[in-house]
């Protein structure tokens, strides 16, 4: 039977692998690191998102809610002022992305292993050579590096980052403070899980000394935490085209970030890459239906990208205004928690197929 090969052993990946060797097909993926969980950068990380996880379950055919905890906390500063949210509202979870044991990547990486799929290490495919070199129906998950976006030419923004880390104990763990001000047109946040926790600040243009130390001294006022250590970085992002998301890229298959499935306002990119690995599989042997389902994995991806457009131009105090109006309410009205939910990518795929 001919092999059925993807590139990167991240979420997408590994969705897409799993649920190809459970059709009874042979699987290799190749990742250009040494293990799975990503770059070491800005690994281990806690992340957080809106997941519904037993739809989840229900639409990928994998059961991740033993590497997934629910928030016990979570609040929002935002231009020095606290508000809480209500992160049971919009369905947040966290999980430990890296390669440690306790990390989602890990736990895919065993299902996979346990399914029969081969993992082949040190195997980056860079160049666009490279990738057409492979054989069709490839799946192609390279997530947020630059090389992807480039061999395969889809648009991309970079943005800046700096990011650090400090252990804690377990109870100070599961919690988030989401930061907006005058430093980032972008957000900042701190998040705790499984003993660590991240410390990150982000924009689309480069980020200058000045914005990190304004961050750092406001987690100092709010959270009584000093952090150092900062490390800084880029990656490209799928947000410079109202038309990025895509699932082909010549006789190729797209998952993931690679292939659009981030929400652009916010960045949020775990959902999509999951469902879209399910989506990616399906377009082995099904490209219309799989199609079908892509463009409903991604069809709030204009509305958010045009919203972030508007959000550029919005003056500071109008965002102030918005968002202390906005956050408190989230519990009281359900239909804005759920435009917020519906913005992520492959929300709406796991909804119907809970219906
Ligand atoms: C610091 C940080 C914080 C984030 N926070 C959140 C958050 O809070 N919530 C959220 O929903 N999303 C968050 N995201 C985004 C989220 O991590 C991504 O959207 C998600 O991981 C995308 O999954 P993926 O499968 O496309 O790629 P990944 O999971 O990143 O996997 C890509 C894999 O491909 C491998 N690879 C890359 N290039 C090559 C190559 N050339 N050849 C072979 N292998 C290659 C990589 O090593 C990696 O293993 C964050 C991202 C970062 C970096």
Known sequence: MAENVVVGAGLAGMVAAINLAREGREVLVLERESRVGGSPLYHPSPEGTPIDLPRLAEYTGIDISGAVARFKAGSVVVYGEKVTVDMDAISSVVIERGPRSTSLDSYLYELAVKEGVKFEFNHPVISNDDTVKLPPDTIIATGLYFEGFDALRVPYLTSFHFVTRRKVPDEEANHVTVYHGQ?????????????????????????????????????????????????????????????????????????????????????????????????????????????????????????????????????????????????????????????????????????????
């Open 183 to 355: 430093f980032t047109s972008d957000y900042a946040y701190t998040c705790s899980v499984n003993g660590i926790q991240f410390a990150h600040v982000f924009q689309r243009r480069p980020i200058g000394k000045d914005t990190l130390h304004a961050f750092t001294e406001q987690v100092f006022v709010s959270e009584g935490i000093e952090f150092d250590g900062w490390e800084q970085f880029t990656f490209p992002v799928p947000a410079a085209s109202i038309n990025n998301p895509r699932l082909f890229a010549g006789d190729k298959i797209l998952a993931g970030t690679l292939a659009g499935c981030m929400e652009s306002y916010m960045f949020f990119g775990m959902l999509g890459a999951l469902v879209s690995g399910k989506i990616a599989a399906m377009a082995v042997s099904d490209k219309a239906r799989a199609y079908q389902e892509f463009k409903l994995a991604t069809s709030a991806f204009k509305g958010a990208y045009l919203m972030k457009k508007m959000g550029n131009i919005t003056p500071h105090w109008l965002h102030r205004l918005m968002l202390l109006q906005g956050i408190p309410r989230l519990s009281e009205y359900p239909a804005l928690a759920d435009v917020v939910k519906r913005a992520i990518p492959g929300w709406r795929n796991c909804e119907r197929a809970g219906a």
